[in-house]
């Protein structure tokens, strides 16, 4: 669970559902639910059975305090407020082997905790434009998947498969006992991005915007790349990184 706080309801363009039956009905529907905030300290039967439902489908809650959710919706939320997402997630697990029965050579994009809307929109345009198989990114601490990010992308976030998994380095160990490796782009290295035979089945993993990537999963990795800089400034956008490193893999893989 995160300490993060939902935006209020005239800022976003979310769809919201209120009430905790009305968010049990939703996904025991098959409704995609991008995020749930509940009230801390929420009990009764009602509660139980949400709490049953959540665990069942696999998704996670963020608990807030009761006036975060006043902020989102004036009437009786009962406690838990739902965001609808705009795309239905996929399973990294099928993708795979799918891209194998097909002759394919996997290439997949990781993001972690990236979390700026526009950046998560720009990715997925390029990647989609790349031919990227399937964008990963985790279930709690990124950017939340919304229209604002659906426009950004053109629509590709619509087109390209989104796989959502609570955890990263149990889902990178897992792509590499499927035969793929791990390139982290990172400033942690003296390697550049063209070292790495893109050519092989791989799994790029991109950064937050504040933090870069993780030190669990940079640990992980088979290869740490970095883009060369030659200017004052340190760093590039994400979002631009994300393209700059994927059509490095393009131009081997032509």
């Known amino acids: 669970m995160t300490g993060n706080y939902p935006p209020k309801r005239n800022n976003s363009n979310n769809q919201f559902i209120f009430g905790i039956r009305a968010i049990i009905e939703a996904i025991t529907s098959g409704k995609e639910i991008e995020t749930l905030y509940v009230q801390r300290g929420l009990t009764g039967d009602l509660y139980q059975e949400l709490k ?89 601490g990124s950017a ?59 799994a790029i993993v991109m950064g937050s915007e504040d933090e870069g990537i993780r030190n669990e999963l940079i640990r992980t990795a088979d290869y740490l790349a970095k883009i060369p800089m030659f200017g004052e400034i340190e760093s590039l956008n994400v979002s631009v990184s994300a393209g700059v490193i994927l059509y490095e893999a393009i131009r081997q893989r032509q």
């Open 52 to 140: 049953k439902v959540v665990a069942e489908h696999e998704i996670s809650a963020q608990f807030v305090p009761v006036e975060k959710l006043d902020r989102m919706t004036p009437k009786n939320h009962q406690g838990a407020v739902a965001v609808i997402s705009p795309i239905i997630y996929h399973k990294i697990e099928n993708i795979i082997p799918e891209i194998y029965e097909k002759g394919e050579v996997p290439l997949i994009l990781l993001l972690d905790s990236v979390t700026d809307v526009r950046n998560m929109g720009a990715i997925a345009r390029t990647a989609e434009c790349a031919g990227v198989h399937a964008i990963v990114v985790p279930g709690k």
């Open 144 to 202: 939340q998947i919304n229209a604002d990010a659906v426009k950004t992308s053109a629509g590709a976030l619509y087109k390209i498969p989104v796989c959502r998994h609570d955890n990263f380095v149990q889902t990178v160990k897992f792509l590499q006992e499927s035969g793929l490796q791990i390139v982290c782009c990172t400033e942690k290295t003296n390697d550049y991005i063209y070292k790495p035979d893109y050519t092989a089945p791989t």
